[in-house]
């Protein structure tokens, strides 16, 4: 199975400050034939599911704020919060689904500084 | 919009069987990939196992024999049972859809949470 493993595990920001979260992965997630990495980014806040916030490695959901962005190819990918708010207080996950099993990180938890 | 609710019993005793029902509303669950995933405190998300083109299953191997997924497509719902349990099972229970396309989770239920305890 593939691992992924995220760091920090814990990460604190100031308010308007930009936040980055990696994601490693023990393998490539990169499909060969149409180019794309299989990387999502999930946001969960307390009491909550995960939400889908990043498929694709960078494509965001509609109705994602766009201060929330995604990069990186092969086993490397971050997200990244470009002006942290107060309600992105949240654990993050990346997700692979390369091939099966899916397979999550461990998670990183966001907070205010 | 598709929407999943997860309902069972909150507290198992061990060595028992922990049942969960996953109740799907705005899509029939003929289609698609359903997902049953956990969260234990402190640990990642790991998947248990799947429902896909209305009957069929898949488990992930760590779960061993432990593991039945089963539909009631009349109620639009599929369950999920774990024999044997210990304290380990103790997680967050989720219900999920799974999107082939794009390979990713959306949406989940809310989750349930089980304990497992004497």
């Known amino acids: 199975d593939i691992v992924l493993t995220q760091s920090p595990d814990s990460l604190a920001v100031s308010l308007g400050e930009r936040a980055s979260i990696n994601c490693k992965s023990s393998?490539?997630?990169?499909?060969?034939?149409?180019?794309?990495?299989?990387l999502a980014w999930y946001q969960q806040k307390p009491g909550q599911p995960p939400k889908l916030l990043i498929y694709?490695?960078?494509t965001r959901v509609s109705g994602v704020p766009d201060r929330f962005s995604g990069s990186g190819s092969g086993t490397d990918f971050t997200l990244t919060i470009s002006s942290l708010q107060a309600e992105d207080v949240a654990v993050y996950h990346c997700?692979?689904?390369?091939?099966?099993?899916?397979?999550f990180g461990q998670g990183t938890r966001l907070e205010i500084k | 919009q598709v929407q999943l609710q997860e309902s069972g019993p909150g507290l198992v005793k061990p060595s028992e069987t922990l049942s969960l029902t996953c109740t799907v509303s705005g899509e029939s669950i003929g289609s698609f990939y359903w997902y049953w995933i956990r969260q234990p405190p402190g640990k990642r998300l790991e998947w248990i196992g799947y429902?896909?083109?209305?009957?069929?299953?898949s488990y992930n191997p760590s779960f061993k024999s432990r593991v039945t997924i089963s539909v009631d497509t009349s109620q639009n719902q599929f369950s999920l049972t774990l024999s044997s349990v210990t304290a380990a099972d103790t997680a967050v229970y989720y219900c999920?859809?799974?999107?082939?396309?794009?390979?990713?989770?959306?949406?989940w239920g809310q989750g349930a949470l089980v304990t497992v305890s004497s």
């Open positions: 694709w490695a960078s």
């Open positions: 997700q692979e689904c390369y091939t099966s099993p899916c397979t």
């Open positions: 429902l896909y083109h209305g009957g069929s299953t």
């Open positions: 999920a859809k799974w999107l082939p396309p794009t390979r990713v989770f959306d949406p």
């Open positions: 393998q490539s997630v990169l499909y060969s034939s149409n180019n794309k990495n299989s």
